[in-house]
């Protein structure tokens, strides 16, 4: 990984953002997702991953009372797998725990291994599934849990 830098996301991130979310998920979120998310700081937080100025990754927390959600993390393509998804994710920890957040959940494909690994080495645990949680193809979602942040 080279000079990674992160950024709390703004709305002029948007524009990246949203190439990468459609390049990630088969339901990609909308820019108007996006911007309600980023109209909440007092709930939500979002940060960019910017590799050598171009932005590469980002992620987002919700904050329900003690508890944090993940409710999105991506990274482009071709810079996966370079330790940029685990930078986003200890970032994402570092702002739960500044926001007292005790606790964080999130949900993931069953067949992407590659986050799940990423997510078991930072401390989560699969403590249930959602069955056929993803509509356009009725896969099941891993329900994870890390209990860590304390």
Not at 68 to 80: F, K, M, P, Q, S
Not at 91 to 111: M, N, P, Q, W, Y
Request: net charge negative; charged share 30%.
């Amino acid at each position: 990984m080279s000079d990674v830098k992160l950024l709390a996301m703004r709305e002029s991130h948007l524009p990246h953002v949203l190439a990468i979310e459609r390049d990630s998920f088969l339901s990609p979120w909308s820019e108007r997702l996006f911007r309600t998310e980023l109209d909440r700081p007092e709930v939500a937080e979002w940060f960019v991953a910017l590799e050598n100025g171009e932005l590469v990754g980002y992620g987002g927390l919700l904050q329900v009372g003690p508890e944090g959600h993940i409710t999105n993390l991506a990274v482009r393509e071709d810079r996966r797998r370079r330790g940029i998804g685990r930078a986003i994710l200890a970032r994402l920890f570092a702002a739960a725990k500044e926001r007292g957040i005790d606790s964080l959940t999130l949900e993931v494909r069953e067949s992407n291994e590659a986050a799940i690994g990423l997510y078991e080495s930072a401390g989560f645990h699969v403590v249930g599934r959602r069955k056929r949680y993803y509509s356009e193809d009725d896969e099941d979602a891993l329900i994870m849990w890390s209990w860590d942040l304390l």
